[in-house]
């Protein structure tokens, strides 16, 4: 039973010690040991192994039992005394605690006994100060009360919390009154020493009044802005005199003086005044200021009144003398003092279209006529003189557009008077120079708007620009196009037969022509610079009017004059190719009994290509995109033509027809080199181009190779038709069969069967519609090739 009591404790107790591996590493830290006892793993049959290892050890039982016996009365010892010290914790923590209170309360009774001490030395002061503050008010001694009266108002904002206490309530009243009486009395001596009335300031600046200016700066801020009120009143008096409306110096043309005036005035008051006042005040920039709302206001009265002798070259030069003088302002002051809410400025110019260039005339106007000044953005005084101009701008405006009409009459007359372009020149194909001098025109003039006002006077502007890039529209560029008259002979048939040189069959000169590609060259400028003018036009106005400036109306004129040439140029090319193309469809092509070179009338397609393309292309040079257009509405309007001239040719002979597609491929080589035709570099051609010229003229040469196939057995003959040109129209199967000679009978048995052999139309479509692929260039080129072979073995 002892034996398994000793057992159980032994299991409880194991329970009990078992400690967590981060406790026993911490008590491992603070209580380092050796000792095998002290260990985690302590394992009692290794530690008896290693105090007796052998039998004889054994006789040393005894003194091994006594030492373990001795540490473990150590052991309970120690745990004795500690146990035993740890009854007194409690006591002395209550003890702790009640020493932690007394220091407590002592900190409060000290903090509560310096607020007071604190606040009674305050109390002196402001009692002190009080005395002090009425005395010296009423011996005028501003210099000390400057300094005293801030300390004053310093102590009394610590005793707001104590006004329910009678006597501070008091003493901050008596403060008040103080303040009061000291704003009166600096008021009075500032009235005494710069009267309203009278022409003659009495004395200089003095020390009185330098110290008052102290003690207005710790007073009510309606006090200081009363005395600087007042005393620039006082100041400016003289000018409301010398300048009022019905004086000879107050008309525009004498608008130096008042400047000149000021001037002299702000020098005369930094020499008297300019130590009385505070720096921080800022009271020359304060008189300018005012000086400059004045001045606003008396010249919109005056030209109110004499508007009718407003004039634009006076109003010019108001407007110039004005600026040059707010310029003058930030050059001197920061602005500061502005109050008021000045007018927005416009941006800085970025389009180079749009810099300012000092040395570029304006139309009639002289360069010192016009206004210069300092970049609105940088000059807080930008408007606060020259705002009242802005009514009358109209006079501008009007001048403006007198003086644009004259300039469009001076570019139509010195164009008849100089001529067109001539080829082989400079001018030649290019920009016209009015052009140019029109648009540096419009840029000096919006510049100097946008100077004067970026409000109604820029969008009355604006619409002068439209105006007058009408004009030039219509005037320069439409109104000088050559018309479309024949100015020459047609071909003859007899003349194509015998290859003799034809005659000139273009419509228009060389000179013409380069006349058309200046005009062109011109409207492509003019439709990009307008688009700057519009961008540039927007950036300069106030942005509540930005949605007002459009001049889209007239980039379309100029996109309208742009195709007007460009279709002059085809229409002149196309009908310098008609009489050959009648000619062709005038040939007995069923006689023809050989095939030899490409007819004279491809010789005569081809001549008039290679006189007028090369032309169009190198005046055409800086505009190479409508080259392009021009090539392609060539090739749209020539191809079509074509092949309804093939059409004509009828009846057409197996020999006929292997001409006429001889023809038809040399067209086509000539067609796709139109671009580089007769040029030293070679050019690839667009390849939007090249796909026009490829799908039409295979149509064309597929036509003639359904002429060529024999029409037995029909059936043959309309599938292969149906193939080669996947065209279910009747209209041109008909024309096949005109051109193959068929008599009537057959035609009509052809046209039964050709409707029977079409495919049914997808559900949905409105009539016939065939999708076939069209053979490839490379597939057509091999052909053609045979064909060349073949014609070539026959001859």
Known sequence: MMEEEEFEFAEDLEAILHLTPEVQQAIEQVFPSQDPLDRADFNAVEYINTLFPTEQSLSNIDDVVSKIRLKIRRLDDNIRTVVRGQTNVGQDGRQVKEITRDIKQLDHAKRHLTTSITTLNHLHMLAGGVDSLEAMTRKRQYGEVANLLQGVVNVLEHFYKYMGITQIRQLSERVKAAQSELGTQILADFDEAFPSQGSKRPGGPSNVLRDACLVANVLDPRIKQEIIKKFIRQHLSEYLVLFQENQDAAWLDKIDRRYAWIKRQLVDYEEKYGRMFPEEWCMTERIAVEFCHISRVELAKVMRTRAREIEVKLLLFAIQRTTNFEGLLAKRFTGGTLTDKRPESPLEPTNPFLEDDPGEDVGNEKEEDLPKKPKPADNPFHGIISKCFEPHLYVYIESQDKNLGELINRFVADFRAQGPPKAGTEEGGAVLPSCADLFVYYKKCMVQCSQLSTGEPMIALTTIFQKFLREYAWKILSGNLPKSTSNSGGL?????????????????????????CSILSTAEYCLATTQQLEEKLKEKVDKLLVERINLTGEMDTFSTVISNSIQLLVQDLDAACDPALTAMSKMPWQSVEHVGDQSPYVTSIIMHIKQNVPIIRDNLASTRKYFTQFCIKFTNAFIPKFINHLFRCKPVSMVGAEQLLLDTHS?????????????????????????????????????????????????????????????????????????????????????????????????????????????????????????????????
Do not use: W
Not at 496 to 515: G, S
Not at 709 to 717: D, L, M, R
Not at 732 to 760: A, H, N, V, Y
């Open 492 to 516: 003859t048939i007899s003349s194509l037969l015998k290859e003799k040189e034809a005659p000139e069959a273009a419509k228009f000169t060389v000179d013409e022509l380069c006349l058309i």
């Open 667 to 795: 067209l086509k080589t000539v067609l796709l080199d139109l671009p580089s035709i007769g040029s030293q570099v070679l050019r690839k051609a667009p390849a939007s181009y090249t796909k026009i010229v490829v799908k039409g003229m295979t149509r064309a040469e597929m036509i003639l190779k359904v002429v060529m196939a024999p029409h037995e057995p029909p059936v043959v003959f309309v599938d292969n038709y149906i193939k080669l040109l996947a065209d279910g129209n009747p209209e041109t199967f008909q024309k096949i069969l005109d051109m193959k000679g068929l008599k009537r009978s057959e035609q009509s048995s052809m046209l039964e069967l050709f409707r029977q052999r079409l495919p049914t139309p997808p559900s949905g479509a409105d009539g016939p519609s065939l999708s076939f692929s069209t053979p490839t260039p490379e597939q057509e080129s091999s052909r053609i090739r045979k064909l060349e072979k073949l014609i070539k073995k026959r001859l």
